[in-house]
């Protein structure tokens, strides 16, 4: 297993390489609050069970789940291996480039051994310099494999919704946007993601306002601002229904 000790990085890199490796027999892992970092994981044995943000999925063998930094997640199960990488990249590229906060996938044919071959590369004679290249790399070719051909109308909003989060969005704005109408829009929605699209925009902009708590100084006035919602009491009456605290709470833990 790779992972970077050099925190500078961080703080220097727009794509950091964080950790890449497998575990053969993987134990069960919780991250209440998301890992910190984006990551990628896939079963590459066996069969085992994932809590994404509160809803349950079973992965088998060739199936994986890519989570943004924030998303709350926990995976276990009696015997199965896991490959995966994590990494930091800026949110403003994942939401032009489409991704959703959590996206389920089937691996591609190459990504064990790319992986393989990136931690190789990782371990041996390599700079922080040269990771971020390589797994620069790494993230093209996965997100080109996963997205190619995924430009749905349910892609579009997403990626709509990421970018656009903070302006007082209705479904007339977003379907005039991705060019349908409000019926079409929200059935073919429902139908490709099995959540409407306001409860969507309500999940993004929680997301965003979790990462606004945890890393600015900015006011929870001016983040519920910053995130669409139109007051203070709504912010938090929102915020506690998904996190189940107030901001006030979630900045103090």
Known sequence: MFFEINKEAFKSLPIVLNTVGETPKQDRVCHPQGLGFNEIIWIRRGVGTFNIDGETTILEEGQGIFMR???????????????????????????????PRVMRFDVPRFLDAET???????????TII?????????????????????????????????????????????????????????????????????EELKRIRIAKAKRFLKYSSESIENIGHMCGFESPSYFAKRFREICGCTPTEYRKE
């Open 69 to 99: 930094s924030d998303v709350p997640h926990e995976y276990y199960g009696e015997d199965f291996t896991t490959g995966w990488c994590t990494f930091s990249i800026p949110e403003e590229t994942l939401d032009y480039l489409g991704v």
């Open 116 to 126: 393989d071959s990136l931690h190789e590369f990782a371990m041996g004679d390599s």
């Open 130 to 198: 040269t990771r971020s290249s390589a797994v620069y790399s790494y993230l093209t070719d996965f997100f080109s494999a996963v997205l190619g051909g995924r430009d749905t109308l349910a892609v579009r909003v997403l990626r709509l919704l990421e970018s656009r989060y903070g302006e007082p969005l209705t479904l007339d704005i977003i379907a005039k946007e991705v060019g349908t109408d409000r019926f079409s829009l929200c059935r073919s929605f429902m139908r490709e993601r099995g959540s409407s699209v306001m």
